[in-house]
């Protein structure tokens, strides 16, 4: 373990292995920063932004930026929650989250960073987008008025050839994250439930399985998102 | 000092964020100590009868009496607070936004599975019928909203402490499982 480093996060002194990302040093050190596209085990690509720091005066993503020995990133500062919470409203804007008629309601992660960050307007104009909803394959449905583009279905979900049930269509306002037809065909169980537990909203649903748990008792009813990690 | 005055409107909504006023029990002793009722389905007084300080809207604005009703509680309250999801962002009644209104009525009124009985195809044309907007509005689009109280229904709890706050200028405490979206 010689390549342990120290470096401090809003003041805390940490540690952690030369090279890991600052969002995955922090958890080590009982320090939650949100992610919404970065998951454990996959590779990050700092899209979303909600895991925003500052390290030298510089806003940074934390789950692409490894930590560096001496390094003081500040991540709870009021300016950045502000930031995380300007982002949690973009998203909640530019899609169409009806929380209330949402399967995933109280297990969804962005809906418990708006409670995190007590959100209780969005500063923005909605949007209502007009989306699809594609009910077609066997298993799962793909929701694309919740989809926020996060990619961890696509980089999380793969038959045993190493291929993704869902992939990227068209571009720019119009891009989606659609599912595979032929592919999907083939999906089993437990790939349909995984792909709705990677999924940071309600956008994959697994069919016939609404509304599983009681309110009250969902993951996110009395625990704030993080606090598994923040002591 | 004189009690502070409450008026209530549910506009497209469905009556849930009033009920859940209701659903701050005995604590409905104390709210008729604390403040006077002016128009609201609470009371059933039908328009204002003199200044009020506090307006609390239910529901969005699917069509334009919710759009007049919208604007004489901004005209007459000196505080706005939106309650509850549909007021916020146009909830249930909001996913028909994106569809035209033309498609949505041949829906309702033509084409739906549960409409045989209207065989002459008689669409609603009453002059005296408000007409629908071309999509349903979150309230502060339309006029100036000054607080807004999430949920659906928004918590007893959170409709309670925040009137309370309101009244008697205490800082509003926020316990993290009052505020929710569903």
């Known amino acids: 373990m010689s390549s342990l480093i120290k470096f401090k996060i809003d003041g805390k002194e940490c540690m952690a292995e030369a090279g890991t990302f600052i969002v995955e040093a922090a958890r080590q050190n009982s320090i939650y920063i949100p992610t919404l596209c970065n998951m454990p085990g996959l590779k990050p690509k700092g899209s979303c932004r909600i895991c925003t720091v500052r390290i030298n005066g510089r806003l940074m993503t934390s789950c692409t930026t490894p930590v560096a020995d001496g390094m003081e990133i500040e991540s709870g500062s009021l300016d950045i929650i502000e930031l995380r919470k300007s982002i949690v409203e973009l998203l909640f804007v530019s899609g169409n989250h009806f929380c209330p008629a949402c399967e995933k309601s109280g297990n969804c992660e962005l809906q418990a960073l708006g409670y995190l960050y007590q959100m209780m307007v969005p500063r923005y104009p909605y949007d209502f987008p007009l ?14 008025n919740r989809c926020i583009l996060c990619k961890r279905c696509i980089k999380s979900i793969k038959d045993e050839d190493g291929k993704s049930f ?18 999907a065909a083939t999906m089993t169980d437990e790939q ?8 940071p909203v309600g956008s994959i649903l ?13 993951k996110f009813d009395k625990q704030p998102i993080g606090s598994d990690i923040h002591v | 000092m004189s009690k502070p005055i409450i008026a209530t409107t549910s506009l497209a909504g469905c009556f849930g964020c009033h009920m859940s006023i209701l659903d701050i029990d005995e604590r409905i002793l104390q ?10 389905p609470i009371d059933d007084i039908k328009t204002f009868t003199k200044p009020v300080d506090i307006g609390i809207i239910e529901g969005g604005c699917c069509n334009s009496e919710n759009v007049e009703v919208l604007k ?12 509850g999801e549909c007021a916020i962002m146009g909830g249930l009644p909001a996913l028909r936004n994106g569809i035209p209104v033309e498609e949505c009525i041949h829906e309702a009124y033509i084409g739906g ?4 009985l209207n065989k002459d195809h008689i669409l609603p044309n009453d002059d005296e ?18 607080y807004f109280l999430p949920g659906c229904p928004p918590r007893a709890d959170l409709i309670w402490d925040a009137l309370v706050a309101l009244i008697t200028g205490d800082p509003l405490k926020l316990p993290y499982e009052v505020v929710k979206f569903d």
């Not at chain 1, 869902?166 to 592919?183: I, M, P, T, W």
């Not at chain 2, 349903?136 to 339309?142: K, Q, R």
Request: proline share 5%; glycine share 4%; hydrophobic share 40%.
């Open chain 2, 72 to 83: 004489s509680f901004r005209k007459n309250c000196k505080i706005l607070i939106s309650l």
């Open chain 1, 131 to 144: 989306r699809a909803v594609d009910a077609s394959s066997p298993k799962i449905i793909k929701d694309q």
């Open chain 2, 129 to 146: 019928l408000p007409m629908l907007l071309d999509k349903v509005y979150p309230c502060h689009e339309i006029v100036k909203i000054d």
């Open chain 2, 113 to 116: 599975p549960t409409v045989q």
């Open chain 1, 166 to 183: 869902f992939a990227f269509r068209s571009r720019g306002n119009h891009l989606e994250v659609v599912l595979d037809q032929e592919l």
């Open chain 2, 31 to 40: 709210l008729i100590e604390l403040v006077e009722f002016n128009k609201s």
């Open chain 1, 192 to 199: 349909a439930e995984l792909a709705m537990q990677n999924c």
């Open chain 1, 206 to 218: 697994v069919k016939e399985k609404g509304f599983a748990t009681p309110i009250g008792k969902r």
